[in-house]
């Protein structure tokens, strides 16, 4: 007899879900003489064998999403699973609901599984698993991980998956109970190897400091906010957005899969890598970019969030900027130059400006001084303009200035005043940005975000 190798179903909504398990097709016609509950014992025999094969040494992958509640949207979680012809299962995983002190930190747990002949194959982990039945427990989620309620719904996992395909080398299922997909994938390495190359994915893309992204295949644009929790919206503009879908993903070790596919025009994706520059994010036709110059327009709005020094600037900016560092040490012999930045200067109430200042640091505190203007950027155009007014010095800066120091610092406003284009070091996630000046591109300078 030749063996089963992959069971075929229409995918259906969950309201159809005792029809969808009675709408298995079989390639070997090996089966079709058997009795209907015969044929899913050999499926689930030839499932079972598949999990357990030797050739799956490093186990499977398994990425399980919950359903959630109207409350509370989950991300997608990654665990492993090592099976064993005994019925005995190893899962594995590092995720934020393990309980008595470990989340997030890697933990194993045996128990046991089991292949149930139902309506259809269902792959069940039929006794308590740390790793895994956490998600199916009546957990409060607002107290997780250790709060139980007893009429609570939890999470809204599953522990009972119906199998809707499978081959060698990957299984699709779904929670019987919830209907929530969970993929298995068979693992080329160990599952810390796979968690550390997540992490450091993860790291580069969904570092939490731009959480906004643009996705477009040419024609069509949507975006996507808060990408790094796991869980975020899919919607037609980041301000005030008129459409609105919630989607949750699993990140891998190159970039993430969706719990559901997303449409983008004729463009249907469910899964993203990163491409080989670490710029952008791709999915067949679909691209997918970092808003990045929100996140520069956002940090210039933000009073005291940039800083400027000598690095990274052309010889003319560094030679002001250390001119004034100079001039500052041997005029305060306490003091050392700390760097530009802009914000409000030291003083308070009608008197504060809104400038450019310098922080000058001291052992016991710093000292912040500068001149009226303005910073403001353009994320539609790309461009940083500058306008300092030298004649609206704040009340510290004249006590500055009598010590000798007033020229030096005007002689910087007066060099930065102008309108700039602005590129980041990375647009994932930038830690500094080159600023050439429009009309002189031999002028430029690099500001710092914190």
């Known amino acids: 007899m030749k063996r089963y190798s992959t069971l075929r179903r229409v995918m ?8 969808l398990l009675s709408a298995c097709t079989f390639e070997q016609e090996d089966y079709f003489d058997e009795s209907a509950a015969l044929r899913i014992q050999h499926v689930n025999e030839d499932i079972k064998a598949t999990l357990s094969s030797a050739s ?31 019925g ?30 139902e309506e259809g194959p269902v792959l069940c982990f039929n006794t308590w698993n740390d790793i895994l039945s956490v ?19 939890g999470m809204n996992g599953d522990d009972r998956l119906v199998v809707i395909s499978y081959n060698s080398d990957e299984i699709l299922l779904r929670g019987e109970r919830h209907s929530a997909p969970v993929r298995m994938v068979r693992l080329d390495k160990s599952p810390e190897e796979y968690l550390q190359l997540t992490e450091a994915a993860k790291a580069i893309f969904a570092n939490g400091k731009i959480d906004e992204y643009r996705l477009t295949n040419g024609t069509n644009t949507r975006f996507i906010s ?4 796991g869980y975020f919206d899919y919607v037609d503009r980041l301000d005030d957005p008129l459409d609105k879908v919630s989607q949750s993903c699993v990140f891998a070790t190159g970039g993430f899969r969706l719990k559901n596919p997303i449409a983008l025009g004729n463009d249907t994706v469910q899964e993203f890598a990163l ?14 970019f970092p808003c990045w110059e929100r996140f520069v327009k956002k940090q210039v709005a933000t009073s ?6 000598a690095d990274g600037a052309c010889d003319a900016f560094a030679s002001l900027f250390n001119k004034l560092a100079s ?63 030298p004649n609206d010095p704040s009340s510290n800066f004249n006590g500055y200035s009598n010590k000798g120091i007033g020229s030096s610092f005007t002689d910087i406003v007066n060099a930065l005043n102008g309108t700039y284009s602005v590129t980041v070091n990375s647009t994932f996630g930038p830690k500094t940005a080159k600023c050439v000046k429009k009309n002189d591109s031999s002028f430029y300078f690099q500001i710092n975000f914190k």
């Open 12 to 19: 259906l909504p969950a309201v159809a879900l005792t029809a």
């Open 56 to 86: 799956a040494e490093n186990g499977w992958l398994i990425q399980y999403y919950v359903a959630g509640t109207d409350d509370y949207s989950f991300e997608g979680f990654n665990l492993f699973g090592k099976f064993y012809e005994t």
């Open 88 to 117: 005995k299962v190893t899962l594995s995983g590092n995720h934020r609901f393990l309980r008595n002190g470990k989340a997030g930190n890697f933990t194993e747990y045996t128990s046991y599984y089991q292949m149930l002949a």
């Open 135 to 153: 998600f199916v427990d009546p957990v409060d989620p607002s107290a997780a991980p250790a709060s139980l309620v007893d009429d609570g719904e």
């Open 226 to 229: 808060g990408l790094s929790k």
């Open 275 to 288: 491409d080989m520059d670490n710029e952008r994010l791709v999915s067949g036709n679909v691209e997918m």
């Open 304 to 309: 005291g969030t940039i800083s400027i020094t």
């Open 327 to 389: 001039d500052i040490t041997a005029q305060f012999s306490t003091q050392t130059f700390s760097h530009l930045s802009f914000g409000r200067s030291g003083e308070t109430g009608s008197n504060q400006r809104s400038g450019l200042t310098f922080y000058s640091n001291t052992s016991r505190r710093t000292y912040i001084t500068g001149f009226g203007g303005t910073i403001s950027y353009d994320d539609a155009t790309n461009e940083l303009s500058i306008n300092v007014d």
